[in-house]
């Protein structure tokens, strides 16, 4: 979903798994699907842990554990590897999340979320089983991601580290804004451009 992110301020999911695959992510079988529909991603999300073999939700699965909730996923490392469907992140950006916080994402992965409006902030290994820590003392603690100072906070520690952004992709995540909405807002410059050049 398209939204200017600026500075989130939430609680948090955990998922202290590492090498979670896209196919854990969003099974394979919901690839079939004619819809683009966030929702239907979002309901299907980490399905095959999230429910049982009968349909009913796992109580033992993080989503459905109401202690956890919030805009903020942080999951172990090598986070999205396997098949570079795109579904994976809508599936994330459906079910509500606008971070995902790991050590490590797979390439593909990490630029599928952020073309789906999704921010991966990548930290150390030791900042992130702190995070882990933290949120496993106490549920409510929130995490502060910051895209203008591209700061991530433990507002339970207050320990906080910079992460790395591509200038493009942070401007359109400030200013809401795709591909094709990036190029439309920057029309005007592109036809001077190919004006001054079809001189020469």
Same mark, same amino acid.
């Given at each position: 979903?398209?939204?200017?992110?600026? $500075?989130?301020?939430?609680?948090?999911?955990?998922?202290?798994? &590492?090498? !979670?695959?896209? +196919?854990? $992510?969003?099974?394979?079988?919901?690839?079939?699907?004619?819809?683009?529909?966030?929702?239907?991603?979002?309901?299907?999300?980490? *399905?095959?842990?999230?429910?049982?073999?009968?349909? +009913?939700?796992?109580?033992?699965? !993080?989503?459905?554990? @109401?202690?956890?909730?919030? @805009? $903020?996923?942080? /999951?172990?490392?090598?986070?999205?590897?396997?098949?570079?469907?795109?579904?994976?992140?809508?599936?994330? /950006?459906?079910?509500?999340?606008?971070? !995902?916080?790991?050590?490590?994402? /797979?390439?593909?992965?990490k630029n599928n979320e952020l073309n789906n409006f999704v921010l991966p902030v990548v930290v150390t290994e030791s900042f992130l089983a702190e995070l882990f820590a933290s949120i496993a003392a106490d549920p409510t603690m929130t995490v502060t991601v910051n895209l203008p100072e591209q700061s991530v906070t433990n507002d339970a520690t207050g320990r906080? &580290?910079?992460? @790395?952004?591509?200038?493009?992709?942070? *401007?359109?995540?400030?200013?809401?804004? +795709?591909? $094709?909405?990036?190029?439309?807002?920057?029309?005007?410059?592109? &036809?001077?451009? @190919?004006?001054? /050049?079809?001189?020469?």
């Amino acid at each position: 979903m398209k939204q200017k992110f600026n $500075i989130i301020k939430s609680r948090c999911v955990p998922l202290p798994l &590492e090498n !979670v695959d896209t +196919d854990q $992510i969003i099974p394979a079988r919901f690839l079939k699907a004619t819809t683009r529909d966030e929702k239907f991603f979002g309901d299907n999300l980490f *399905y095959d842990w999230r429910y049982t073999s009968q349909g +009913d939700p796992n109580p033992e699965f !993080v989503l459905n554990d @109401e202690r956890y909730s919030g @805009e $903020i996923l942080v /999951a172990g490392k090598n986070f999205g590897n396997g098949s570079s469907r795109e579904h994976a992140a809508w599936a994330i /950006a459906g079910y509500g999340f606008r971070v !995902v916080i790991s050590s490590f994402f /797979a390439d593909i992965h990490k630029n599928n979320e952020l073309n789906n409006f999704v921010l991966p902030v990548v930290v150390t290994e030791s900042f992130l089983a702190e995070l882990f820590a933290s949120i496993a003392a106490d549920p409510t603690m929130t995490v502060t991601v910051n895209l203008p100072e591209q700061s991530v906070t433990n507002d339970a520690t207050g320990r906080s &580290e910079r992460f @790395e952004i591509n200038g493009y992709k942070k *401007y359109c995540f400030e200013h809401a804004l +795709d591909d $094709i909405d990036f190029l439309l807002d920057n029309k005007d410059k592109i &036809e001077s451009w @190919e004006n001054q /050049a079809s001189k020469y």
